[in-house]
């Protein structure tokens, strides 16, 4: 009997989160998505026929303990950060909101994956708001410049990650 791989998606219910589940689902994992507010019945999951086929857990990111536990308690194969507050323009009158999700977030799944050994996959989104304004397509080494509260949440996020890998 083959055993599915499981991957935890934080944020799942974003477009990229559904889009991404509906994805993995197709490839043959079992799919643990995690959400700060209830998503039973959420109307993309059942737009995009997935309704029935992911387990949801709902999980604050900012809450390192909380994050500790799930990833011991589901042991996913794969982890994928899709959770914060992602609206640029919102994320000047919701600065507070939107750091503590992308950065916090990001820190405490560091943090919990060193404290238990975690040794699967995890993946970070990113995002072009780092460079900032750019006269050509940014590339990995474009100089960061962020301009909104969205962007340098995702420049620490990424800073982050590369330390933690790099260590």
Known sequence: MVIAKKALILGIGGQDGCLLAR??????????????????????FTKLGINNEIELIQVDVTKKDAIIKLIEDVQPDEIYNLAAQ?????SFSHSTETINTIVVGSLNI???????????RIFFA????????????????????PRSPYGVGKQASFNLV???RES
């Not at 994992?29 to 109307?43: C, D, E, M, W």
């Not at 560091?110 to 699967?120: C, N, P, Q, V």
């Open 162 to 164: 590369k330390i933690y």
């Open 126 to 145: 990113g995002s072009s708001e780092i460079f900032g304004h750019t006269d050509k397509a940014a590339c990995i080494n474009t100089s960061h410049d």
């Open 86 to 90: 992602s609206s640029v323009s919102k």
């Open 110 to 120: 560091l943090e919990a994956s060193k404290t238990i050994e975690y040794d699967g």
């Open 23 to 44: 994805s993995l689902l197709i490839k043959g994992f079992k799919v643990i998505g995690v959400s700060r507010k209830n998503l039973q019945g959420y109307a993309s």
